[in-house]
């Protein structure tokens, strides 16, 4: 039987390494992690004991104006690049911008519950350290295009299934990853990780990207590029 399948999600994965590791290059690795170490150390830990520490509400939420992270937003942007010419797009057209990245830290048996981007429009993930029994970042979809019936791809109907289960059949999609590889997907899909297993620590950088035109003109759709907004005289 031919199978077409319409309208996927992708998530790209670039594998980076560790672009600052070059002679004066910036930060090594070792030092990056230290970096957010000392970052979590001196903010507020987490309100929950399962919850991972993010940078974003703790007060460092634009590292990418941090010059020890340079080359690795760098790196970002050329991944960045290719996942757009992998969708088939013009990346000369059109202008990127980090508005907002930060460090996760998740330590033993803590997890970043689900959750989407909402104000982005592309994030990504890099894993600057993740122990072999780190927890593994998880895909969600709220509404499964196949599942026909509302609540056939929830896990207590599993014993219905008997061949195997992949995003089009399931509501929820592991994607791992290794140490040094960055993911790349939209902003507005769902995502949690799970249960951090390991006594070192994991840590991710993220970064959200909004996109828009570098010329508007005549196009009603995307954003105009920000050089020409205003902001309120009373903002
Ligand atoms: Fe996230």
């Not at 919850?51 to 991944?79: C, M, N, Q, Y």
Request: charge should be negative; proline fraction near 7%; include cysteine.
């Amino acid at each position: 039987m031919k199978r077409v399948d319409v309208f996927p999600t992708s998530v790209f994965c670039a594998q980076l390494g560790f672009p600052g590791n070059g002679e004066g290059d910036g930060l090594s690795k070792a030092e990056l992690v230290e970096h957010v170490l000392a970052m979590r150390e001196r903010s507020e830990p987490p309100t929950a004991n399962i919850a991972a520490w993010t940078g974003d509400v703790r007060g460092f939420e634009f590292i990418h104006k941090d010059p020890a992270f340079a080359s690795l937003f760098a790196a970002f942007e050329a991944a960045v690049m290719a996942y757009l010419e992998a969708l088939g797009l013009d990346g000369a057209q059109l202008s990127l911008y980090f508005t907002r990245s930060w460090a996760v830290v998740a330590r033993a048996g803590e997890r970043v519950n689900r959750h989407a981007h909402l104000q982005s429009h592309l994030s990504t993930a890099y894993y600057l350290q993740k122990p072999a029994l780190g927890g593994r970042i998880v895909l969600l979809s709220p509404s499964p295009p196949n599942e026909f019936a509302p609540g056939l791809f929830e896990s207590r109907l599993n014993p219905l299934f008997k061949g195997p289960r992949d995003g089009t059949n399931s509501n929820n999609v592991i994607v791992d990853v290794a140490e040094g590889d960055m993911v790349i997907f939209p902003s507005r899909t769902e995502h949690a990780t799970e249960p951090h297993d390991s006594p070192d620590a994991r840590i991710t950088i993220v970064s959200d990207i909004v996109v828009a035109l570098k010329d508007s003109t005549g196009k009603e759709f995307l954003l105009p590029e920000p050089a020409h907004w205003k902001q309120f005289s009373k903002g």
